[in-house]
């Protein structure tokens, strides 16, 4: 089993690339990866309720661990209370530790 680190920091509503990055992130862990979706930037929209949050809630669903930026969700004005169920704030030394740790990281 590996470990992978998917960065995504697009907007999925401007960028229809971000749709790769979600299916590259289901498929890993369907194959029995260690899979984290980190959202930063831009990329935290979907990470409340929303037009395109269906997708997101289908990657957490595949069993990857979805995380996102906590200083780009106050930059964007979502508060941490808005999010999906799936979708856990995190500081960007998540993204540090991970790949400290060895994983295979990949930013979109």
Request: contains cysteine; aromatic residues 8%.
């Amino acid at each position: 089993m590996a470990k992978y680190l998917l960065i995504e920091s697009r907007d999925p509503y401007d960028s229809q690339d971000v749709d790769f990055c979600y299916d590259l992130a289901k498929d890993l862990a369907k194959a029995g990866n260690d899979v984290t979706l980190f959202l930063i930037q831009n990329g935290v929209f979907p990470a409340r309720p929303g037009a395109r949050s269906g997708a997101l809630s289908d990657v957490a669903s595949a069993g990857v661990e979805v995380l996102a930026d906590d200083f780009s969700l106050r930059e964007r004005g979502i508060a941490e209370a808005t999010l999906l169920d799936a979708v856990k704030p995190a500081p960007i030394d998540t993204v540090v530790d991970q790949l400290a740790e060895g994983r295979k990281a990949m930013w979109h």
